[in-house]
C-alpha cells in the first residue's frame, strides 16, 4: 500500500469558530493528525492533488498554516484542563458546596480519635486532612488543631487519575455514589495535575511569600480582586481581613487564589502564571492585619 492511500479526511465544527478541515496520516502503524483552517483550502487541495497523483509523502510537506492552526488546538484543551483543575480545587476544599449536596453532620469515619478539636462537616473537607499545602502530616498540618496524622498527596502528583479515583471510592475515604463522574475527574484532575509545590512559593518558616513582586501584586489585586474584597483586604464581613489570612495561612490564600471560594463568584487565576499568584500574595502580605 502506497503512502497515498493511507490519507483520510474529516471535516470538523468547533464552536466558534469555522469548520476546519483534518487530514489523517497513516504510516508504519502511526497515526498523525493535521488541521487546516478554510483560509487554507488552496494548499488543503494542492495537497490533495499531489497526494492522489504522485504519492507524496506528508513528512515531506511542510505548510507554515499548521503551527497556528496548533495554537488553537493546544490553547483549548489547556483552558478546559485549567477549567477542570480549578474546579477540582474547590471540591478539595469544600465538595459538598460545590455540588449543592446536603452539609455532612456527623463528623467522618476516618478522622483519628487523637484529633477532639474538629467534628461534624468539615472533617469531612478532602483539606482538612491532606492540608492546603497537599503534605498533610508532614506540612502546615503537622501541628494545631487540624493535626491528624494523616499523610498528604504529594506523591500522586503525574498519577494516574484512576488511581486517584479508586481511593476516593474505597472504604476509608467512602466517596462513592456521593459524587458524578465528572466531579470525581475534576478532583483527581487537581490531585495529579494541578498541584504546586508550596515550598518554592513559601517559606514554611516565616510563611512569606518567595520571589514575589508587591507592586505588581497590587496591581493584580486592584484589578480583580478589590471590588470584592475592598483595597484594604476588609470585605466581605464576616471574613478575616486578607493581610491577617495571608501572614497566617498563605497555603490556603493561595489555594483559593489559583482555584476560587467554592458556591462563591469568585475567579479564579488556574489560568494564569503561578507568579502572578505569587505576586498577589506578596501584596496581600501588606495589608493591615486588623
Known amino acids: 500500500m502506497t503512502d497515498s492511500q493511507n490519507f483520510g479526511f474529516l471535516k470538523l465544527h468547533m464552536p466558534g469558530f469555522s469548520d476546519n478541515l483534518m487530514l489523517t496520516y497513516s504510516k508504519n502503524g502511526i497515526t498523525f493528525l493535521y488541521l487546516f483552517h478554510p483560509a487554507s483550502s488552496g494548499v488543503v487541495s494542492q495537497v490533495v492533488k499531489d497526494t492522489l497523483t504522485r504519492g507524496i509523502s506528508m513528512y515531506r510537506i511542510t505548510l507554515k498554516i499548521l503551527a497556528v492552526s496548533f495554537v488553537f488546538i493546544t490553547f483549548n484543551a489547556y483552558a478546559e484542563q485549567a477549567s477542570s483543575i480549578a474546579r477540582g480545587g474547590q471540591l478539595f476544599d469544600k465538595w459538598f458546596e460545590v455540588i449543592d449536596a446536603p452539609k455532612p453532620e456527623n463528623t467522618h469515619s476516618a478522622w483519628p480519635a487523637s484529633n477532639t478539636k474538629k467534628k461534624g462537616n468539615v472533617t469531612h473537607r478532602c483539606k482538612s486532612c491532606h492540608g492546603w499545602d497537599l503534605m498533610g ?75 514575589g513582586n508587591a507592586d505588581k501584586g497590587a496591581a493584580y489585586y486592584n484589578t480583580v480582586c478589590a471590588g470584592c474584597h475592598d483595597k484594604n483586604g476588609k470585605e466581605p464581613k464576616g471574613m478575616p481581613p486578607l493581610g491577617k489570612l495571608s501572614n497566617k495561612n498563605p497555603w490556603e490564600v493561595v489555594h483559593k487564589t489559583l482555584n476560587g471560594q467554592p458556591d462563591e463568584d469568585m475567579p479564579a487565576m488556574r489560568a494564569f502564571d503561578l507568579q502572578v499568584t505569587v505576586d498577589i500574595l506578596t501584596h496581600l502580605q501588606t495589608l493591615p492585619k486588623e
Do not use: P, W
Not at 137 to 157: C, F, N, Q, V, W
Open 137 to 211: 502530616k508532614d506540612g502546615a498540618y503537622a501541628s494545631g488543631s487540624y493535626k491528624t496524622g494523616i499523610k498528604g498527596l504529594r506523591h500522586l502528583e503525574g498519577k494516574s487519575n484512576d488511581k486517584v479515583i479508586a481511593a476516593m471510592k474505597d472504604e476509608t475515604h467512602g466517596y462513592a455514589g456521593k459524587m458524578s463522574d465528572q466531579d470525581f475527574e475534576d478532583l483527581a484532575n487537581f490531585v495529579t495535575k494541578g498541584q504546586v509545590d508550596m515550598n518554592k512559593i513559601i517559606d514554611r518558616n516565616t510563611k512569606l511569600a518567595i520571589g
